[in-house]
């Protein structure tokens, strides 16, 4: 028993199959399908995305700073390839450490100044996640006390917890560290461009070659993460939802 009951819910909850389910967890499981957000978007809707940048720039100060420091790591980033070759073609090859103790001195300060901007990277987005997701649950609750009292007798109160804490906890993550991490992505993508242009700019254009296939190569996996993220995100709330209705 105990072996077949995993693949019991996995027919439940993935595979659609609720005839395993004695009467009341039928009904209930057919009120929680019909609350699935059954009909999503193929594409990603920008206004929705616009909603969610709203959420964080509610607090700019620590948005601002995270944005700040992404700019300095992305130099850092940068500028650590480009030291290792200064060391190659003024020690190595020369074969001298005249110049060598200031080199180290300013590498460690580097190694200091990415540490430093690391942890105040991590803090402030943590704080900006948990901000983001007071803020998000402090408007739904609010809505849900606007709601009519028919509302609720034909929404499981699982499937409100479920969206509630999990779903928007999910939504505090993505854009307190997914999007704002794009600017470092950005700023970095942009500094290593020049610098290759600046060393060697035939050998950049080449390397530059691939971008364009690999960006049409991006769209389409960004369709198929999305349509399995949010399948993901519907079985979650479909395992957590009869847990908080209980």
């Given amino acids: ?88 073609d003024n020690f190595v090859e020369k074969n001298t450490i005249e110049g060598l103790g200031l080199f180290g001195f300013i590498y460690a300060v580097l190694v200091v100044l990415q540490a430093w901007g690391i942890s105040v990277f991590i803090r402030c987005c943590g704080k900006l996640e948990s901000y983001i997701a007071y803020d998000i649950r402090q408007q739904a609750f609010r809505k849900l006390q606007e709601l009519s009292f028919s509302f609720f007798d034909k929404t499981a109160v699982g499937y409100l917890m479920a969206r509630m804490v999990s779903d928007i906890s999910r939504l505090s993550d993505m854009i307190a560290w997914t999007l704002v991490d794009l600017s470092w992505l950005f700023f970095y993508i942009i500094g290593i461009t020049i610098a290759l242009l600046a060393l060697n700019y035939k050998l950049a254009l080449l390397v530059l070659v691939v971008v364009p296939p690999f960006v049409v190569i991006s769209f389409f996996f960004q369709r198929l993460i999305l349509k399995h993220q949010r399948d993901v995100r519907k079985v979650n709330s479909r395992i957590t939802g009869p847990g908080k209705n209980s």
């Fill in 1 to 88: 028993m105990a072996l077949r009951l995993p693949r019991i819910l996995f027919s439940i909850l993935v595979e659609n199959k609720s005839d395993k389910l004695n009467p009341s967890f039928r009904l209930y499981y057919a009120l929680l399908h019909e609350q699935d957000f059954a009909q999503h978007r193929k594409n990603i809707d920008l206004n929705i995305w616009k909603r969610l940048v709203g959420y964080a720039l509610n607090h700019k100060r620590a948005l601002y700073t995270v944005l700040i420091i992404n700019t300095i790591l992305a130099g850092g980033s940068i500028l650590f390839p480009l030291l290792t070759k200064y060391a190659i």
